[in-house]
């Protein structure tokens, strides 16, 4: 069975401010790790993938195999990464799982 | 280009009745997943279709759920004897084959069962 935790429901931070929106899987085999981000009123769309190793609107994640996470990372944030954030995995199906998300709230 | 789209945006409906809900994939999209959304939670898979054919549909919940792509472009998800924990918003998404390509998701249907 593949699952796909994201234990922060809200994570508030202030602009400029370093953000880290937690993953962690459990796959028996080697996944792709994706996260997704809903803005307000747009819909779900890839932010990035582990196998591109690109940096999208700042944010970064390193899949870690040992600690089986996919955290996603920005050094400064901004008004506009507020947004809801899933993180989603990929087995040897093409269906995804995905987490329960977590919504970032960015102020000033 | 024209992204996924779904129709109707919402819909409500009484126990028991029976509903549809159509998905336009990308033009050219041969994969098709219908999601299901329910409050407070992430998007969980229902079915996968490549070209006209089911290919995976482990995630329908019972047989009251059904779900066609005659053409293999429009697809619709078919819906028996609505019941109130049926309530949920129902994602399409389309990718251009399968496995390794980006899947591109729709608005999604609220559907509200009273």
């Known amino acids: 069975a593949q699952r796909v935790t994201q234990p922060e429901k809200l994570l508030s931070v202030f602009k400029g401010a370093p953000v880290e929106l937690k993953c962690n899987y459990s796959?028996?085999?080697?996944?792709?790790l994706f996260w997704y981000v809903q803005y307000s009123r747009q819909r779900l769309q890839l932010l990035l993938r582990?196998?591109s190793r690109e940096s999208i609107k700042g944010f970064t994640a390193d899949l870690n195999k040992g600690e089986t996470s996919f955290h996603l990372k920005k050094p400064f944030a901004q008004e506009e990464d507020s947004a809801m954030y899933y993180c989603?995995?990929?087995?040897?199906?093409?269906?995804?799982?995905f987490g329960t998300g977590t919504r970032l709230q960015v102020t000033l | 280009g024209a992204g996924v789209s779904q129709t109707p945006s919402n819909k409500v409906t009484e126990k028991g009745k029976y509903v549809e809900l159509r998905c336009d994939p990308i033009?050219?999209?041969?994969?098709l997943y219908w999601y299901r959304q329910s409050l407070g939670q992430g998007p969980e898979f229902l079915i996968y279709f490549q070209g006209t054919g089911a290919a995976d549909d482990s995630g329908l919940p019972n047989d009251r759920f059904f779900a066609v792509r005659p053409e293999g472009s429009v697809s619709t998800l078919k819906i028996q004897r609505t019941e109130r924990g049926d309530s949920a918003v129902y994602l399409c998404a389309s990718s251009l084959s399968g496995s390794l390509d980006t899947q591109y998701f729709g608005p999604g249907t609220r559907l509200t069962v009273l």
């Open positions: 033009s050219g999209h041969t994969a």
């Open positions: 989603a995995l990929r087995g040897t199906a093409s269906k995804l799982t």
């Open positions: 582990h196998i």
């Open positions: 796959y028996s085999g080697s996944p792709e």
